[in-house]
């Protein structure tokens, strides 16, 4: 997978250190956010973590780091359809790094590589509803609310989708194939 240089992010290959910096994180207090706190306590798990990370073929899985390399989360595309040219978002920031503006730059610069390099047509994702902060990011980058869902957890889920034309008109793209490098 090649590094992807974003306005404020790098988007590189997960590697086994980053378990390790991943397992300092502080935890996340808000009950709906309870799903992205990680824990990896043990070096066994920290292994077993970063094999997992690799041993799907039908994901894109890769770092987020600051522009000096800092760890900031994990994002990635998961059920990749090659065939619908379909994926499925998901992104897990630090606590230490949220309502920095890099989560957004990372969907945004991961959605340029999805609809331009991937060739992908559609990608979707699904938030909890009391998740303010992530839809508010979602619908920055050009996200659409399509349908909602309850949760195995109680919660409702707000499910999105963008697809490549609205992420060109929405990012000021004047037309597919004009995507600056």
Not at 42 to 63: G, I, K
Not at 88 to 103: A, E, F, K
């Amino acid at each position: 997978m090649p590094t992807i240089v974003g306005e404020h992010v790098v988007l590189r290959d997960v590697r086994r250190e980053d378990a390790e910096d991943a397992a300092t994180w502080p935890r996340f207090a808000e009950p709906e956010l309870q799903w992205a706190n990680v824990a990896l306590r043990t070096p066994s798990e920290r292994d077993a973590w970063f094999r997992h990370e690799l041993s799907d073929t039908e994901r894109v899985r890769l770092a987020v780091t600051t522009r000096d390399g800092e760890l900031a989360g994990f994002l990635g595309l998961r059920d990749i359809d090659w065939r619908q040219r379909r994926a499925t978002l998901g992104i897990r920031l630090s606590p230490l790094h949220v309502n920095q503006g890099l989560g957004t730059d990372a969907i945004r610069t991961l959605l340029r590589y999805a609809f331009e390099t991937l060739d992908l047509a559609r990608v979707d994702l699904d938030v909890a509803e009391r998740n303010h902060r992530a839809r508010r990011c979602y619908t920055k980058v050009g996200f659409s609310e399509t349908s909602t869902h309850w949760g195995f957890d109680g919660q409702r889920y707000l499910d999105m989708s963008i697809s490549r034309a609205a992420f060109h008109r929405h990012n000021g793209y004047a037309a597919e194939g004009t995507l600056p490098s």
